[in-house]
């Protein structure tokens, strides 16, 4: 499945962003929906992943509380609700497709769209 993220930019600490994530050329309720993200110097780590039905999310402990993961199969979509940002928040933010089990692991997801940025300052 090709995927395609949107929605980064720059905000302020306190501020909100919706992420999106457009999904194409597969069965996209066919796969469990996760968002990684990479800072500078930094490795790409988990934020969070949603069931195939929607109906199951975990969260990186670091952004519980203020991230909400979401899908709409329907529309082949992807979100990520980010409110309550910090500095620590910036990063450029990926969405990934798994056709398998492993949820918070980046070697799991075997398709990944192009980063969209996200800045937050104080």
């Known amino acids: 499945v090709q995927l395609q993220a949107s929605g980064g930019g720059a905000v302020q600490a306190g501020g909100s962003l919706r992420l999106s994530c457009a999904a194409s050329?597969?069965?996209?309720?066919?796969?469990?929906l996760g968002w990684f993200r990479q800072a500078p110097g930094k490795e790409r780590e988990f934020v969070a992943a949603?069931?195939?039905?929607?109906?199951?999310?975990r969260y990186a402990d670091s952004v519980k509380g203020r991230f909400t993961i979401s899908r709409d199969n329907a529309k082949n979509m992807g979100y990520l609700q980010m409110n309550s940002l910090k500095r620590e928040d910036t990063a450029a933010y990926y969405c990934?497709?798994?056709?398998?089990?492993?949820?918070?692991?980046?070697?799991?997801?075997?398709?990944w769209g192009q980063g969209t940025q996200v800045t937050v300052s104080s």
């Open positions: 990934a497709a798994s056709a398998g089990s492993v949820w918070s692991s980046r070697t799991g997801y075997d398709d």
């Open positions: 050329g597969g069965t996209f309720s066919g796969y469990t």
């Open positions: 949603v069931s195939r039905s929607g109906i199951t999310t």
